[in-house]
């Protein structure tokens, strides 16, 4: 019989006298016992003894307690020290505690238990504190102007602003740099340059910003009233010709009214289109931030619709990769060479998947370098030093030996760079027949009397393919090449440049066909300002706002919101095309917008693109123009929550146990499934379905939202997802199934889609198990690896015509293969969504997730939507709502309640099924030459959030 332990033993026992005096004495050794211990295992302090023992942190100089609920050591003075500890941080604390300081201004703020009370009261120059630091959204109109200053006969105004560094200035409605900041809460600006009595501020509090909306409004000059709160919102004029916006100001531009704002005469006379930019509040347990931003990115050029890597060239010579930078997320690439200059022209091409670059050696053959090629080509094309070479039948300068993998060039040396690519593009890689892009080289012979100049004929190109052209091994930008007819109908493809230049006869060419899509030269030259995955932006370009076209898009009418004329762009219904529509209140119904008005409308609002990490502007707006960008990081980024859901299947009695899985399957299985209180809008991806955690593919959508079909019935749990779409976006995500079909080369585990897989996120289902993002690599932008090479991933009825199994008699056959294997590809636009993959090997206590042993994100405390489960790739359907688990911020711990998934962590099915029959259990360990024993009984769980 043990003996019992410290936390155990009672001086009760067995004892009369003292008893009282004895069990306190035992809990102050229990109390202190802890004092002086060294850490254990635990990060936070020893092994605990009691409930409020105490524990010396030497380390940190702090004296803790234990805290049995919470099961964490705190600091016995954890309160007291908040007081002072978060003094001098951005933000006041979103929980604070009675008596806490807080110096912000120059002033010191004490917290009475219902706000913020300043010390003192008036500062040094006797001007009203300012105190609206508190306020969430203001504009000061006119700005407080609280002095001047002279400074080397240059007169300068002063004023008092909540925030420096979150703030904006206008003068006359145009967004004003150039301001010297005095203090955190004092700018100062000369005079003049501006008019005190007409200079704006507008403050936003970044770290409480869940929201920005925008809206568009066509004008109505008669009524000049727009229905649209002035709450938290500030409002902007945009003329048909103009620009950019104008910020509108409360004092002389417009009145606030119980629905909305009626705008001067003035304003309805000058302006055409007012826009709102509406800002949403609220605490949560992480912060907005702001990023403001005013650095172009030099010499960038749009690479929309390339696929992988890219070749660079500039006046023609391909430009060494290290002179460049490529952003296959953004879709643009930026010359970081010294030496560009603005004028000098660029192209920028696709690479093809089968290519190679290195650097040439000093092996020298008759005056001729040597590359030895690790692959093996059908037609390749070469680049050396920046200059095109092709093996053609009159090229002195390449000669390509193919049985022993080696190139000759003649006149090149050591250290020169050479990139090998292969004209000739096999099926496998590309989905289509086999394709060879070159047409033809050699050296101009021929002159067109009629057009006056020399000439390259292309007789077998297509009328509508587009071609490249290499003159002298340099590059010809698009626009200077043109086609034309000879006298005998052929066609033919010749030069006329900007400054004049031609074709010259003996001129060496090589001519290609655009099979890598290499439309992209000079004009498409554009501005970049790189943020950091910013959720909404604000960008001026010389003080006026500029526009996007996200914020007006609708999949359709139906999901745009009714306001008196408010403007919106719809899809018609294929997708392909859409119409500008303002609403009429009087009429209640979408009116289709003039010809005139859309086309000012598209000008608008399609002056940038916001990509995942930059601002891209649509054209070149020049080195001379003040761009301004308030990037802003919400402190809420989801628009739509999870909706997650079990469907009621049909209920199997218990006198049905003896029946097997067919007898069952007709009996009670069930295909069709209509949701309750619930309802998607189908064809938008937002439906995701599973049975028994395994995804299905092939879900055929109620025309109502409120249900669906799966195409075979089933029997067990079948759960479902509903992600709507957020504001702004047409769909939930892009989904594309890939099969044995797709796979490249036949190579293992590698596999070419037709969607781009950037940007975003992505999620990625293997025969509907789902795959932790370690498991697979993405290697350009329609390409997927799974790191997994032992063996192929999918099968189908040709890679694997029969599958072994046991039969009913125990017995092992082989069956024919029925359907192919398929992977599904979700990617989402939402980078915000984050995933943690973690083995799971003890359960003594239940499913008890902590967040730090595990590694987990610690944003994942900061979640207000669902959290998705995933064991062994299977979806577990867990729902908080319904209390099967729980998030514990203050033990940053997940809880998981539901008793039937917590059985099914602590077994294996696999070791389950072979340990029930000793037939199974020889045939494995006969076919794996291991125990069953080693089966492992460890579980990987992945849990998604965002």
């Known amino acids: 019989m043990r003996g019992k332990t410290i936390r155990e033993r009672s001086y009760k026992e067995g004892r009369s006298n003292g008893a009282v005096l004895d ?34 942190d030497d380390d940190g100089g702090e004296l803790r307690y234990y805290d049995i609920a919470k099961d964490k050591w705190l600091n016995v003075f954890g309160e007291k020290f908040q007081i002072t500890d978060q003094m001098l941080t951005d933000y006041p604390s979103d929980s604070p505690v009675f008596g806490q300081l807080w110096l912000n201004q120059d002033v010191l703020f004490y917290y009475d238990g219902n706000g913020w009370r300043p010390v003192k009261t008036i500062l040094e120059d006797k001007s009203e504190l300012n105190v609206s630091i508190f306020e969430d959204f203001l504009i000061l109109d006119p700005i407080n102007q609280i002095g001047s200053t002279i400074e080397e006969d240059e007169q300068y105004a002063q004023f008092l602003v909540p925030r420096v560094d979150t703030g904006r200035f206008y003068s006359y409605g145009h967004l004003k740099e150039g301001y010297d900041r005095v203090n955190a809460v004092t700018v100062q600006y000369d005079k003049r340059l ?95 931030e702001l990023e403001v931003l005013d650095e172009k990115l ?126 000739y593009v096999p099926s496998e890689i590309n989905g289509v027949p086999d394709a060879d892009s070159f047409v033809s080289s050699g050296h101009v012979s021929l002159y067109s009397d009629t057009q006056q100049t020399w000439y390259i004929p292309i007789p077998d190109v297509p009328e509508d393919e ?72 604000l960008v001026y370009v010389n003080g006026f706002l500029q526009l996007d076209h996200r914020f007006i898009t609708k999949l359709n009418l139906a999901e745009a919101e009714r306001e008196d004329n408010r403007i919106v762009s719809a899809f018609d219904e294929n997708l392909n095309t859409y119409n500008y529509y303002s609403y009429s209140t009087y009429y209640n119904e979408w009116q289709l917008i003039s010809d005139e008005d859309a086309a000012y409308i598209e000008q608008l609002t399609n002056t940038y693109t916001q990509a995942p990490r930059s601002i891209l502007f649509r054209e070149r707006i020049g080195n001379d123009a003040d761009v301004r960008v308030y990037a802003y990081k919400l402190a809420s980024r989801i628009s739509n929550p ?104 036949n190579g293992r585990n590698i596999y070419r889609t037709k969607e781009s897989l950037y940007p975003g996120s992505l999620t990625v289902y293997v025969s509907g198990i789902r795959q932790p993002k370690e498991s697979y690599t993405i290697l350009d932008a329609h390409t997927i690896m799974f790191k997994d090479a032992t063996r192929k991933l999918i099968g189908s009825t040709d890679t694997f015509p029969t599958l072994s199994t046991i039969d009913y008699n125990d017995e ?89 998934y917590e059985a099914h962590l602590e077994t294996n099915p696999l070791y389950t099924l072979v340990a029930s029959d000793p037939v199974l259990a020889e045939q494995y360990e006969r076919l794996f030459n291991k125990s069953i024993e080693d089966i492992t009984k460890d579980h990987l769980l992945t849990i998604e959030w965002r």
Not at 213 to 240: A, C, M, P, V, W
Not at 482 to 510: K, P, S
């Open 23 to 56: 069990n306190e004495t035992l809990r102050v050794l229990q109390t202190v016992s802890t004092l002086n211990v060294d850490r254990t295992d635990r990060e936070d302090g020893p092994e605990p003894v009691i409930d409020r023992g105490l524990y010396l």
């Open 194 to 288: 501006i008019s005190e009595n007409n200079s704006t501020w507008v403050h936003v509090n970044p770290a409480k910003l869940r929201n920005v909306e925008k809206k568009l409004f066509l004008l109505d000059k008669t009524s000049q009233f727009i229905n649209h709160t002035s709450s938290n919102t500030e409002f902007y004029g945009f003329r048909r010709e103009s620009y950019g916006g104008s910020l509108l100001r409360p004092t002389v531009d417009y009145k606030a009214q119980h629905q909305g704002i009626l705008l001067s005469d003035v304003v309805a006379l000058k302006y055409d289109f007012i826009l709102a930019v509406h800002y949403s509040f609220g605490w949560i347990r992480s912060s907005g």
């Open 298 to 423: 030099r010499h960038t050029f749009a690479t929309t619709g390339l696929t992988g890597g890219v070749n660079v060239f500039v006046e023609g010579y391909q430009l060494d990769p290290k002179q460049y930078t490529y952003d296959p997320v953004d879709d643009y690439v930026e010359i970081t060479d010294p030496e560009m200059d603005d004028d000098l022209e660029v192209m920028v091409m696709s690479n093809v998947e089968h290519m190679e670059s290195g650097v040439i050696k000093a092996q020298y053959t008759h005056n001729r370098a040597t590359i030895r090629l690790r692959k093996k080509y059908t037609n390749p094309l070469v680049f050396v030093n920046g200059e095109a070479l092709h093996a053609g039948s009159d090229s002195a300068d390449l000669q390509y030996d193919s049985s022993i993998d080696r190139m000759y060039i003649t006149g090149a040396h050591a250290n020169m760079e050479y990139t090998v690519m292969d004209l």
């Open 466 to 537: 587009h071609v490249m052209l290499f003159v002298e091994g340099n590059a010809v930008t698009k626009e200077a090449i043109y086609t034309f007819h000879d006298e005998n109908g052929q066609r033919c493809v010749a030069i006329d440049g900007d400054e004049g230049e031609c074709l010259e006869q003996m001129q060496r060419y090589i001519v290609l066909l655009d099979t890598f899509h290499a439309l992209y030269s000079e004009g498409d030259n554009r501005d970049v300002i790189r943020t950091n995955s910013a959720d909404e932006a």
């Open 642 to 745: 999870l909706i997650v859901g079990r469907m009621e299947g049909n209920v199997i009695p218990d006198e049905s146990e003896n029946k097997t899985y067919d007898e069952l399957l007709d009996w009670y299985g069930q295909d069709t499934f209509y949701l309750k209180n619930v309802t998607y809008v189908p064809g938008r991806n937002s439906l995701q379905v599973f049975v028994d955690g395994v995804r299905q593919y092939d879900v055929e959508e109620m025309k109502l939202g409120n249900g669906f079909k799966l195409p075979y019935p089933v029997i067990g749990i079948v759960s479902y997802i509903i992600e709507k779409p957020d504001e702004g976006e047409v769909r939930s995500c892009e989904r594309e199934v890939l099969d044995a079909s797709d796979a490249i080369d």
């Open 812 to 900: 092992a056959v082989d069956v024919p293969m029925m359907n192919d294997d398929r992977i599904l590809i979700e990617r989402r636009n939402l980078l915000s969504r984050n995933e943690d993959s973690f083995v799971f090997t003890s359960f003594a206590d239940g499913v008890s997730i902590d967040l730090d042993e595990r590694g987990i994100n610690h944003d994942i405390v900061d979640t207000k939507d669902h959290m998705l489960f995933f064991l062994d790739g299977r979806f577990l359907g867990l729902r908080w709502n319904n209390e099967e688990y729980e998030l514990v911020p203050t033990q940053r711990k997940i809880l998981i309640h539901d008793k039937l």
